[in-house]
């Protein structure tokens, strides 16, 4: 069986108490079959946990037995895995308020309900922000939308819950289920093995263990320089944050939009790698494991193009924004 790399991850990790209930289980093997890092393995008609340690919490195979015999619940004491790490100095004054100003007037001009999200990547190895880390595994998505409300975290590999998110982000290896697109079809998310081969392909990834940790905090709290900005809104919201470049411009915009690895491929992956801000639909994973709503989407701006569209958004407000708002194109009635 083919052990998981799971790169860096100094201190000791996160276990989890896998609870199967042999009266109650029907022995289907959804579980050895959805597991993507091999924790069961079929046994005599049941499943047997093989390798518990390598359990993540990502809780796929709960999510999948279809007679509810598997719970799966985090153990182990409450530590900083980085404590011994170097801290990187506080920012300055000067770029936290600059930070916040983008904040609010992002949420100003466009109405967002979220708070917008300062996105990290701490290299390997590099001087950590002073940023919480919590006790329990959680998806990148998940820490992004707790970040859009208010929470500042710190995740290092042995903090991460998807095995997909932290092979994307550089942080470990991606699991064989993973990298062949045998999980891809098991969920029927594809129709066959060609097609899961070619949503792999074109997924791209950070090279493993090039990546120690994300950070995800409200954009005006920002603790150390974002690389990406993300911004949760409706349709609506990404119109006017993708015509802030185009003010200027007058090019069109050209996204990479899949229902596969929303927030740690399109808006955070293409946004940091290519330098161009990225819109995303929300993927199966982040919609599944959040409370993402169903008319939420989302932006992905690399910080150096954050003050052409801060400025643009100021333009547009003067009147393109207040005048679509207020249906100028739609005649008034006599009640109005």
Known sequence: MQQWDTGKSDGPAVLYHIDHDANVCIGCG???????????????????????????????????CPVGALTITGRGPEYDPFANREKAPALPQEEQELYAEWAQTLKDLLGLNAEPVAITLVPADAPLPEVPVPAERMRYCQQVVRASKGESIMLPPNRHSCPDGTSILGMTDVPPKLASGELYILFQK???QEAAAQMVAERPRLPQRSVDATVATPLAQAAATPDVVIVVGNAEQMMWLTMSTAYYTGERSHYHVSGFNS????????????????????????????????????????????????????????????????KIYVPRTEAE
Do not use: H, W
Request: glycine share 8%; aromatic share 8%; charged share 20%.
């Open 263 to 326: 927030l740690c491929v399109e808006a955070t992956l293409f946004p940091y790698t290519e330098g161009e801000m990225n819109i995303s639909l929300g993927c199966y994973g982040c919609r599944a494991a959040s409370d993402f709503g169903d008319d939420q989407m989302f932006m992905g701006i690399p910080r150096d193009m954050m003050p052409m569209v801060i400025s643009g958004l100021r333009y547009l407000s003067v009147k393109a924004i207040p005048d679509s708002r207020a």
């Open 190 to 192: 594809v129709a066959n």
């Open 30 to 64: 959804l579980c050895a079959a959805f597991c993507p890092l091999d924790v069961y393995e079929m046994q005599d008609d049941a499943p047997a946990i093989v390798a518990p340690e390598r359990c993540v919490g990502c809780k796929t195979c709960e999510g999948q």
